[in-house]
């Protein structure tokens, strides 16, 4: 079944706090999962993504932690920022044809000052 | 890097009328190119995905007639809105595949908030 499930659907942190939002998917297929940053009426931009061979990625602040046997990935936001408040989404992708990402719901971050 | 540009930003259009919404890859030829639909707090939805020189195919529940795509080119996409009503009224995002990059050739447009009075 081509889902991904994504939690929480809303998140506070206190500024300087770690924000984390974990996904989960059930298609074994997908190779590719990004996480994509959308702030109000724009369109989602890329933050970070992993693929299955590599369990962690940093950069900068943005970490995903991904558990292949668990078939789930997670995202860390280490000193989180008032700016970084939007909504997160992850996404997973497959190398086939003209399919495209299936997105998570969403999850709505705001960092309090 | 690449870039997909989107245009309008926003577009308001009495009822009745039709709006189309252009989505183009700047520095990449974009065999296929997506739609989505995203409503307030929720999540993108496949709109219909788009390849060049033929048809579109469009998910379940999603009028082809009152949703027309084009892919004309490598580099650009249409969606146009025909006849639009008030429930039309939503954020479009459009979606362009590097076929280069494989499963991590997705670059999405700005989207178009279209508002229907």
């Known amino acids: 079944q081509q889902q991904v499930k994504q939690s929480p659907q809303s998140l506070i942190v206190q500024k300087g706090g770690i924000s984390i939002i974990n996904c989960a998917y059930e298609n074994t297929a997908f190779d590719y999962f990004p996480w994509y940053q959308q702030f109000p009426g724009k369109g989602p931009a890329l933050l970070i993504a992993i693929r299955p061979d590599v369990s962690e990625k940093k950069e900068g602040r943005f970490t995903i932690s991904f558990n292949k046997s668990a078939k789930q990935f997670s995202l860390h936001i280490m000193d989180s920022q008032p700016g970084d408040s939007a909504t997160y989404f992850c996404a997973a992708g497959m190398n086939s044809g003209y399919s495209t990402l299936t997105f998570g719901k969403g999850t709505m971050l705001l960092v309090s000052p | 890097g690449a870039v997909v540009s989107q245009h309008p930003s926003w577009v308001i259009c009495k009822s009745g009328t039709s709006v189309k919404i252009e989505c183009r890859s700047l520095?990449?030829?974009?065999?296929?190119m997506f739609w989505y639909r995203q409503f307030p707090k929720q999540s993108l939805m496949l709109m219909a995905t788009?390849?060049?020189?033929?048809?579109?195919?469009?998910e379940q529940g999603v009028e082809k007639d009152k949703f027309l795509i084009n892919h004309a080119s490598l580099t650009l996409s249409t969606l146009t809105v025909t006849s639009a009503h008030p429930e039309d009224s939503s954020f479009y995002i459009c979606?362009?595949?590097?076929?280069?990059?494989?499963?991590?050739?997705?670059?999405f447009g700005s989207g178009t908030r279209l508002t229907v009075v």
């Open positions: 979606s362009a595949r590097d076929p280069l990059r494989g499963s991590s050739g997705y670059t």
């Open positions: 788009s390849n060049e020189g033929s048809k579109a195919t469009y």
């Open positions: 520095d990449f030829q974009a065999t296929t």
